[in-house]
């Protein structure tokens, strides 16, 4: 895969010259850097700007306050094995596309344009919880997967945010069972079945004390994230990081945000 990134970079440059870049998503002209144009990235910003509870990472009432501490009553609907949880946007466009474009199209790429979105939302969360960042730990795939798609979209993610954020990335999580794709399942409970004991999380002293943050492109039930949680906390005690949190670039919400009279009353 880092063979076929090289070779890229040549090759894009001429193909550039003769076909100037274009956004991904609306084909309009863009810088030479590629990427999106500022129209998709006003509407990624706008998804962004959306309110959500910090627990559940879930939609909430725009007067709701947001206090990772107290549960909104959407909470139940999602449990993810974290204390707090950053995202970028709802499974909507143009997430949507982006993150297929990702996860199914062999471009890496598209990690680059989206980590600042994500570093973003992890500085808010983190600034408005009073807790670090000490790692980004990628959830992921069984190998077997990775070889096919070529890399691991959440470890992509968590190599460029961190580079934006100056953290540092650790791999202590092995998936050491493959597993039906979760998206051809519906039911939560079956969801969770599937990922039962799928991840084992290696004894590093580096985690313990730390401040850690599960990444992950897509949050459906939040079954895979819950697994990935409750490998490390299998650790021995004296290993244990001193917090969980996890951050992803969309969340599926099921449902409509509640009444705002329910928020405030």
């Keep these: 895969m880092q063979l076929l990134r090289v070779l890229k970079v040549p090759v894009r440059s001429v193909v550039d010259t003769l076909f100037p870049p274009t956004c991904w998503m ?58 707090r949880t950053a995202r970028v946007g709802t499974f909507s466009e143009p997430l949507i596309t982006l993150v297929h474009r990702l996860k199914f199209g062999r471009s890496w790429e598209v990690a680059l344009v989206l980590a600042p979105f994500l570093r973003h939302a992890i500085e808010r969360v983190a600034e408005e919880s009073g807790v670090g960042v000490d790692y980004l730990v990628p959830v992921p795939l069984h190998w077997t997967r990775r070889a096919q798609r070529g890399f691991n979209q959440a470890e992509e993610l968590a190599r460029q945010t961190a580079m934006l954020g100056e953290w540092k990335v650790r791999c202590p999580l092995r998936r050491v069972r493959r597993t039906a794709q979760q998206a051809r399942i519906d039911s939560p409970m079956q969801r969770a079945e599937n990922l039962r004991g799928a991840f084992v999380c290696r004894k590093d002293a580096a985690l313990a004390g730390k401040h850690l943050w599960l990444i992950d492109d897509v949050s459906t039930t939040g079954a895979t994230l819950h697994a990935a949680a409750m490998a490390i906390a299998k650790l021995p005690k004296e290993l244990r990081p001193a917090s969980l949190s996890a951050a992803v670039i969309c969340i599926t919400d099921h449902g409509s945000p509640p009444p705002v009279a329910e928020i405030v009353g």
């Design 26 to 83: 609306d084909k309009e002209a863009v810088g030479a850097e590629g990427g999106l144009s500022e129209k998709v990235r006003m509407e990624i910003g706008q998804l962004a700007a959306q309110n959500y509870c910090r627990c559940c990472g879930l939609t909430v009432g725009p007067f709701a306050v947001n206090d990772w501490r107290n549960r909104c009553h959407r909470c139940g609907e999602r449990d993810a094995g974290v204390k």
